[in-house]
């Protein structure tokens, strides 16, 4: 009786707790770094040899996948209730270029790791256009999304998202993380190019998901960045695989993950932070706060007592010294006197700034004996190799004289410093006036007499002096206006001379992303016809009031200028391109012809580009342009110089759209031009 009925009652509890964690998974994996790990990869995902996940390589419009390469069961099968399970990893996102970038990082767990149709660039390598948002995908997310993507509702270029069957995020926000416990947050860049850890926590109770993310040298915050609160089981199949995903778009990015760490059933193990693999640096060498900071103040500290003393005699000496050396002496008119300079900016004064460029900083002054007004731009130069050769040809350009060209009115020389001394054009840079939008416009007829004006000022420098003079930086922020609104080409006089008929001494490549034609990346020579395709890149910027290269597009396919205006145009709309800013309010003839000479003047084929001389004429209207030359374009005869190999040195210089971001107030003498030489 006992053993019959009793024992089976005692027992019963045991066999259903046995049961029942049997069905209970608990798989767990951690890697601290990849090497040897196994990971089923896919697309341009690859383990590179210092144990790194990369995602994706250097490859535009590509995507990769990572995932663990067996399924896991999610659900508790009899009542089909996702587990509680957590997740934390360290990611790395490293640009090519600063400010172009995309498109992100996504933690996906999905009912097959091949993710079948997915596409890159804004579908993350999770989704396509057709399938995105479809209930049967049975797809969960959390994005780390670097672009806007208006159409999936994005709220920024930097923002992080729960996902579930589709792009539109269910909760999202801005990236970033607690710094107290009153949830004071500070803001994180995912492209910081430095390591960033994510914690992801699902309770499959309370059918809560949290997001938290922090730097890889902060303790995990106490609040995370999201909370989302549903139960993730309708939505989730009993197999399933967890991974990564990620796309790049029209430019090259990185994606790398450094650990992982996941648990069913159970708080994922901590990643051991010094055991993770290093990220590759980002951008130029930079020297250890120790070295930099550190080293210099012990030695300045022992030292500056004694050096004040010497420093304040010397200084005052100082102060106004110059270099002048024999060569220098047959320029007299064009050298100006340190001291002038400095009393004209009343000492270089912050408020006298007129903006930052590449090379160098920009200020107002009025010079004490004539009073005029004039631009000082102090260029630093680290040696003095070719420096004589430089200020030279500086000085011969202040020969150069034209209407829509800023006058060189010549130059000082310091220590380490060029001061080159310009003619003050009270208007400020014309991208302003175009992309500072609502604010400031310029309506269609004073556009086009700028195109003109800049055409005729170019074609100056070609044709109308006994050398070639290639200005190399043809773009909106360097073109200035005058008081009149006259467009006035500036900064020709950092390019360097290209003689007719001789060998260009080019080593370096010089230009602005997005203007810089793509014989240059083989050719690495500036000429003519490369300032004609610049000069093609500026009219269309113009006439559309959008730069060249616009990572924040609504779409992919309007990131790249060029290509928007060349398929409306193939597409016989090629007036909806204008800068809607503009509403109707412009010439139907004039418009049209500049945006197809902005068309013909990208083509990729050198001598398929007209020379400055037929812009002038075909924008006075003296020979109209001929249609049939329009015929030959094709999309592959558009394309423009970006991320072929050779051209890292961009990646340090500044575009103006960044520049404008640090000083928009005092931008209004933008000369962020590029000087190969001096150094
Ligand atoms: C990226 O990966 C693809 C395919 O794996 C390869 O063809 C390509 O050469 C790689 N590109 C770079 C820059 O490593
Ligand atoms: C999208 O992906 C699905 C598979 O999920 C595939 O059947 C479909 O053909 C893809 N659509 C496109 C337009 O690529
Ligand atoms: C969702 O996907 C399924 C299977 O691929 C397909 O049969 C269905 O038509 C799709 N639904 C929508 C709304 O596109
Ligand atoms: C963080 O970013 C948000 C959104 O871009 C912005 O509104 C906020 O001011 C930023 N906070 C800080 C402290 O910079
Ligand atoms: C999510 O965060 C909240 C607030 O810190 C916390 O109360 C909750 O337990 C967390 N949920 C999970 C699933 O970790």
């Known amino acids: 009786m006992f053993l019959k009925v009793v024992l089976p009652l005692l027992l019963c509890p045991f066999v259903f707790l046995l049961m029942s964690s049997a069905a209970m998974e608990d798989t767990g994996f951690i890697y601290n770094g990849f090497r040897g790990a196994k990971v089923s990869l896919d697309g341009e995902a690859q383990i590179i040899p210092n144990g790194l996940l990369m995602l994706t390589n250097q490859s535009k419009r590509q995507l990769g996948h990572a995932f663990y390469p067996y399924p896991l069961h999610f659900k508790n099968l009899p009542d089909g209730n996702v587990f509680t399970f957590s997740t934390t990893f360290v990611f790395g996102i490293l640009p090519k270029y600063q400010n ?53 509702s994005d709220i920024n270029d930097d923002h992080v998202g729960i996902d579930i069957n589709g792009l539109t995020s269910v909760s999202f926000a801005q990236v970033s993380y607690a710094i107290d416990q009153s949830d004071n947050r500070k803001n994180l860049s995912l492209v910081s190019g430095k390591p960033i850890q994510v914690w992801i926590e699902y309770n499959g109770v309370e059918g809560q998901m949290n997001v938290t993310l922090a730097p890889i040298d902060v303790p995990k915050p106490h609040i995370p960045l999201l909370s989302y609160s549903r139960n993730l089981s309708p939505f989730m199949e009993d197999s399933m695989y967890v991974g990564f995903s990620s796309s790049t778009g029209s430019f090259s990015t990185s994606h790398y993950v450094l650990g992982w760490s996941f648990k069913m059933n159970g708080p994922a193990k901590e990643l051991t932070i010094s055991q993770l693999p290093k990220l590759p640096r980002l951008g130029p060498k930079k020297q250890s706060k120790f070295v930099t900071l550190g080293l210099p103040l012990i030695g300045l500290v022992l030292a500056s007592t004694v050096l004040t003393i010497i420093l304040f005699i010397v200084r005052r000496k100082r102060r106004f010294a110059e270099v002048v050396e024999n060569w220098e002496l047959d320029y007299g008119p064009q050298r100006f006197k340190y001291k002038d ?20 900083r920009v200020y107002r002054g009025v010079l004490p004996t004539s009073k005029t007004q004039v631009a000082v731009k102090r260029v630093r130069h680290e040696s003095r190799q070719g420096l004589k050769e430089f200020v030279a040809e500086i000085v011969s350009m202040g020969r150069l004289r034209h209407r829509n060209l800023v006058q060189l009115l010549g130059y000082c020389r310091r220590e380490r410093e060029l001061l080159l001394v310009y003619d003050y054009m009270p208007n400020g840079s014309l991208d302003k006036f175009i992309f500072s939008q609502p604010k400031v416009t310029l309506n269609w007829s004073q556009r086009f007499r700028v195109i003109k004006g800049v055409a005729s000022g170019l074609f100056y420098l070609h044709e109308g002096w006994e050398q070639v003079v290639v200005h190399r930086d043809v773009k909106s922020s360097n073109v200035l206006l005058d008081s009149e609104f006259n467009g006035r080409l500036g900064d020709f006089g950092l390019s360097r001379l290209y003689d007719r008929g001789t060998d260009p001494k080019t080593t370096h490549v010089v230009g602005t992303l997005g203007y810089i034609a793509p014989e240059i990346t083989t050719t690495r020579k500036a000429s003519p016809s490369t300032d004609v395709f610049s000069f093609g890149a500026f009219m269309l910027e113009v006439a559309c009031g959008r730069r060249p290269i616009d990572p924040q597009a609504s779409s992919e396919e309007n990131v790249i200028l060029l290509d928007r205006v060349f398929s409306c145009w193939s597409r016989g709309k090629i007036l909806e391109t204008v800068d809607p800013n503009l509403g109707s309010d412009y010439r139907v003839e004039e418009m049209d012809l500049v945006l197809k000479l902005g068309l013909l003047c990208s083509h990729s084929i050198p001598t398929a580009r007209p020379t400055m001389r037929q812009v002038v004429l075909f924008l006075v209207g003296d020979i109209p342009l001929p249609e049939s030359s329009l015929h030959g374009l094709s999309e592959s005869g ?4 970006h991320h072929d190999e050779g051209f890292d040195k961009f990646a340090t210089w500044q575009p103006s759209s960044s520049l404008e971001k640090t000083s928009t107030t005092q931008l209004s003498l933008v000369t962020d031009s590029l000087l190969s030489t001096g150094r």
């Open 100 to 152: 172009f970038y995309g498109h992100g990082i996504a933690f996906v767990i999905t009912p097959s790791r091949a993710l079948p149709g997915a596409r890159p660039t804004q579908y993350l390598g999770i989704f396509n256009e057709s399938n995105n948002g479809n209930q049967s995908n049975h797809v969960v997310a959390v994005e780390l999304d670097t672009i806007k993507n208006s159409e999936f």
């Open 341 to 360: 300079l400095y009393t004209a900016t009343k000492g270089f004064r912050d408020k006298e700034l007129l903006g930052i460029g590449g090379f160098g």
């Open 638 to 641: 558009l394309a423009f110089a």
